[in-house]
């Protein structure tokens, strides 16, 4: 079965630019988890979407928002993009209620450059 | 705030040994642990997890043990092999919560 896709694999983008980055779950997986991983901060988490909600947010600026479709599919969006906003950016999924006790499957992220 | 520690960056084991990585947490909320393993430029692996209402978990060569009064868990893989070197993070989430809390990570090597 597929895993979690991202697209696109790597991205570079110029400061003051916005940029979309797209996460296409497991079928059945209707959790989409999104985490930014830098050198410094490690694995930080951005937002949570469950049947197009957002149920849960990081301590990120409102520069960062995402939404999920009716397939599951999530965007996330970057607005006037900073060079601290550089990182891998995944996308976890899981089946609703169940990703802490079977795990939530990664995908294998965007690297963003912003320069 | 580090809610999630992983003391040790990096860990040396000989093949056929045990590695043992290591994971302190100071969020007494946290009811669920998890271990991914990590290659470069891909995302995390799964690999195991426990409940707050056990003590040990196991899975092939992977146990983990979870001590609650020293706020304490670790990943034991026995035996280790090459394939297992890799970057090791803990993770963590409240409960009802599906957020991850994650650890800095232990770059993990095993040498043949």
């Known amino acids: 079965k597929a895993g979690v896709t991202q697209t696109p694999r790597y991205l570079i983008k110029t400061r003051g630019q916005q940029v979309t980055l797209s996460c296409s779950p497991i079928s059945g997986h209707r959790s989409v988890s999104w985490y930014q991983q830098t050198p410094g901060q490690g694995l930080q988490f951005l937002f949570e979407?469950?049947?197009?909600?957002?149920?849960n947010k990081g301590n990120f600026p409102g520069r960062f928002s995402g939404r999920q479709f009716s397939n599951s599919r999530s965007e996330m969006n970057v607005s006037t993009l900073e060079l601290g906003d550089s990182a891998l950016y995944l996308c976890a999924s899981s089946i609703a209620g169940a990703g802490r006790l079977y795990g939530y499957t990664f995908g294998s992220g965007t690297r963003l450059t912003v320069v | 705030d580090q809610q999630v520690k992983q003391n040790s960056p990096s860990l040396s084991v000989q093949e056929g040994r045990i590695s043992i990585l290591n994971c302190d947490y100071t969020?007494?909320?946290?009811?669920?642990f998890l271990w991914y393993k990590k290659y470069p430029a891909e995302g995390p692996t799964f690999l195991i997890s426990i409940s707050s209402i056990k003590d040990k978990n196991e899975d092939g060569r992977f146990t983990v043990f979870l001590n609650k009064s020293a706020k304490h868990l670790s990943l034991h893989i026995v035996p280790s092999q090459p394939g297992d070197s890799a970057v090791y993070f803990c993770?963590?989430?409240?409960?009802?919560?599906?957020?991850?809390?994650f650890g800095t990570g232990t770059r993990l090597t095993i040498i043949p």
């Open positions: 979407y469950f049947s197009e909600t957002q149920r």
């Open positions: 993770a963590a989430s409240e409960i009802g919560n599906e957020k991850l809390t």
């Open positions: 969020n007494s909320m946290f009811d669920y």
